[in-house]
């Protein structure tokens, strides 16, 4: 079965960074598309980057262009996240994301929280 685990998240101060991980198995992870999505509290899940399956293709949200930057290593079957510059507002749960044969799939997040 698909499983996707998500790990690196936690309490950050202002400016400072993360790196997000998630772990793949139960797919061949090196034919699909992954996303990193986040959810903050009260408000609506928003794509936050997508790699394709290669890597050589990425898309951001304008509000993480120029910190966030989304990598995945097929052969460790893992796609990550690195943060930099982090904001407050950056603070959410955030979660990867897979579609495989129509279906989504989703980790169990992890929580990001950035004091100011």
């Known amino acids: 079965q698909v499983q996707l685990v998500e790990s690196g998240g936690g309490l950050v101060q202002s400016g400072g960074s993360l790196r997000l991980s998630c772990a793949a198995s139960?797919?061949?992870?090196?034919?699909?598309?992954l996303s990193w999505y986040r959810q903050a509290l009260g408000k609506e899940r928003e794509l936050v980057a997508s790699?394709?399956?290669?890597?050589?293709?990425?898309n951001y949200a304008d509000s993480v262009k120029g910190r966030f930057t989304i990598s995945r290593d097929n052969a460790k079957n893992t796609m990550y996240l690195q943060m930099n510059n982090l904001k407050p507002e950056d603070t959410a749960v955030y979660f990867c994301?897979?579609?495989?044969?129509?279906?989504?799939?989703w980790g169990q997040g992890t929580q990001v929280t950035v004091s100011s």
């Open positions: 994301q897979v579609v495989r044969r129509s279906h989504v799939y």
């Open positions: 139960g797919f061949v992870f090196s034919i699909y598309g």
């Open positions: 790699i394709s399956m290669t890597g050589d293709s990425t």
